[in-house]
């Protein structure tokens, strides 16, 4: 059974950091990419970023360039998500999702297809 | 990059068929044929109902169809059933390694 499970809630207060965990099992890790993806309250959702579970190639949302850095560690089957300088407009559900197909090297990405999604972590910021 | 566009609410009767609709752009649906859409029931994560534009994953049930037409992506539910009372939102790739989701839809089975 593939799952994937995530660390747990965090409050932080605004200009700190968080890091979120990733842990995979059921599946092999570095067989497929991982996004993030997070959801404001009573919100729709938003792409953070990937990354190549492989070789560790990352990809980011303009929106989030500069402030996200998504890593993994292969011997753990973990990724993790650091997001920094955060404000209260970052107070969201946080998943990781795995993608379901292959690097596209024509277009340079992946389909977008996220097959298993993690729990989700609540990270608030607030002062 | 703006979000994809979808009705805020669609409903329907049991047994009956619902399409939802999910209008880009020509720069993301109408350009790549990586559409995909999620269910997502209230306080869970979402799951996957369809990829890659008409991709089922193993699991779905085969009541769940997805097309695209233009800078346009349906997703149909035939033989609507309590339990797809849900949020459904799609989401496509937009070039540039960026990837929209739209705003969501709440199905509601009457």
């Known amino acids: 059974q593939v799952h994937l499970v995530q660390s747990g809630a965090e409050v932080k207060k605004p200009g700190a950091s968080v890091k979120v965990s990733c842990k995979a099992s059921?599946?092999?890790?570095?067989?497929?990419?991982m996004h993030w993806v997070r959801q404001a309250p009573g919100q729709s959702l938003e792409w953070m970023g990937w990354?190549?579970?492989?070789?560790?190639?990352?990809r980011y949302s303009q929106k989030f360039q500069g402030r996200v850095t998504i890593t993994r560690d292969t011997t753990a089957s973990t990724a993790y998500m650091e997001l920094s300088s955060l404000r209260s407009e970052d107070t969201a559900v946080y998943y990781c999702?795995?993608?379901?197909?292959?690097?596209?090297?024509?277009?340079?990405?992946?389909?977008?297809?996220?097959?298993?999604w993690g729990q989700g972590t609540t990270v608030t910021v607030s002062s | 990059q703006s979000a994809l566009t979808q009705p805020a609410s669609v409903s329907g009767s049991p047994g009956q068929s619902i399409t939802i609709s999910c209008t880009g752009t020509s720069s993301d649906v109408g350009y790549y044929n990586y559409v995909s859409w999620y269910q997502q029931h209230p306080g869970k994560a979402p799951k996957l109902l369809i990829y890659e534009v008409r991709n089922r994953p193993s699991g779905v049930p085969d009541r769940f169809s997805g097309s695209k037409s233009a800078n346009t992506a349906s997703l149909t539910i035939s033989g609507l059933q309590a339990e797809d009372e849900a949020d459904y939102y799609c989401s496509s790739y937009a070039g540039s390694s960026t990837y929209v989701f739209a705003t969501g839809t709440k199905v509601t089975v009457l």
């Open positions: 990354i190549n579970a492989g070789n560790g190639n990352t």
């Open positions: 059921g599946y092999t890790f570095t067989s497929n990419a």
């Open positions: 999702a795995r993608e379901a197909g292959y690097y596209d090297y024509v277009w340079g990405t992946y389909p977008g297809g996220m097959d298993v």
